[in-house]
């Protein structure tokens, strides 16, 4: 499991989390997690079969100067931190996807990131009562803070239970 990063964290545990939890302007970081090359060379073989993810050899060549995880690699580690840390594990009702998701630099083999999340809307559903929407900016940085992941995710999250 990944670990808190921030100087503070949600007030509300995970399994106790609802709507009313996500407040407009909170940030909270977790991390880190890094990819092998080995992970990275598994993955591109099977769902982007890319040369700069699969061949070692061929990306020490290629544009990036070496091997590079598969953008959609890299939101798969946003997301297992998003999970293990932000999303509530008992009010999450679904998503209706990421705004502007982006990979405007490559993440490299055993290069450890962080997830940064950061509130930026939160609201009462108009036409279900008994939920809201959150939208969050997220970025997945690595330790010189460039970002390999930015987005917004949008999530439907239930009010807590009178």
């Known amino acids: 499991m990944t670990e808190v990063l921030s100087a503070t964290d949600f007030r509300a545990p995970i399994d ?10 909170e940030t909270y970081e977790y991390g880190k ?3 092998s090359a080995d992970e990275i060379v598994a993955f591109g073989r099977q ?11 061929w990306a ?5 100067g070496g091997l590079i995880a598969s953008g959609w690699q890299t939101a798969g580690v946003m997301m297992r931190m998003y999970c293990e840390h932000y999303i509530s594990a008992v009010a999450s009702l679904a998503s209706p996807g990421v705004d502007e998701l982006r990979w405007p630099a490559p993440l490299r083999p055993d290069e450890p990131v962080r997830l940064r999340t950061t509130v930026v809307e939160s609201r009462p559903s108009r036409s279900k009562p008994d939920r ?12 010189d803070d460039r970002a390999v992941l930015t987005g917004t995710a949008m ?3 239930a009010l807590r239970p009178d």
């Not at 106790?16 to 302007?25: A, K, L, N």
């Open 60 to 64: 020490a060549t290629g544009p990036f």
């Open 155 to 157: 999530n439907m999250i």
């Open 132 to 143: 809201g929407i959150v939208r969050t900016e997220v970025a997945v940085l690595t330790d």
């Open 33 to 35: 997690l890094a990819l």
């Open 47 to 57: 769902y982007d079969p890319q040369r700069l993810h699969t061949d070692p050899e």
């Open 16 to 25: 106790d989390r609802w709507f009313e939890d996500y407040v407009i302007g």
